[in-house]
């Protein structure tokens, strides 16, 4: 494992948002989403995609909480423009359980 520096986490901006809308998203190679995901005030409504089909479907993550990471450059994902990354853990069988916060935070609340 490779360390890093406290400076380096702190360029990460990781925030929570909630997923308020979520589509089918059958141009990807593997199958996936669609998010929209409301990250607050200062930014917005921002676009992803995730492969998280295996254990969510639609209405299980409308209104879901997830951390993302807000600072990447935005980045082309077939015919969308992914705008942030929802982040997620791979159990052993592949599948992505994202992550989430226990308790509601407002949307654009920074990782601390």
């Not at 494992?1 to 059958?26: H, L, N, Y």
């Not at 639609?58 to 994902?77: D, R, S, T, Y």
């Not at 969308?80 to 982040?87: A, D, G, P, R, W």
């Amino acid at each position: 494992m490779e360390c890093i520096e406290w400076s380096d986490f702190q360029k990460v901006d990781i925030r929570v948002g909630t997923i308020v809308d979520v589509a089918d998203f059958p141009e990807a190679r593997r199958p996936a989403y669609k998010l929209h995901i409301d990250l607050g005030p200062d930014l917005g409504i921002k676009k992803s995609s995730a492969q998280i089909t295996e254990l969510y479907n639609k209405e299980a993550l409308l209104g879901k909480q997830v951390l993302a990471v807000v600072n990447f450059p935005p980045k082309q994902v077939g015919p969308i423009m992914s705008e942030c990354l929802v982040t997620g853990l791979h159990r052993p069988d592949g599948s992505v359980v994202l992550s989430t916060v226990d308790l509601a935070l407002p949307n654009g609340s920074k990782l601390a």
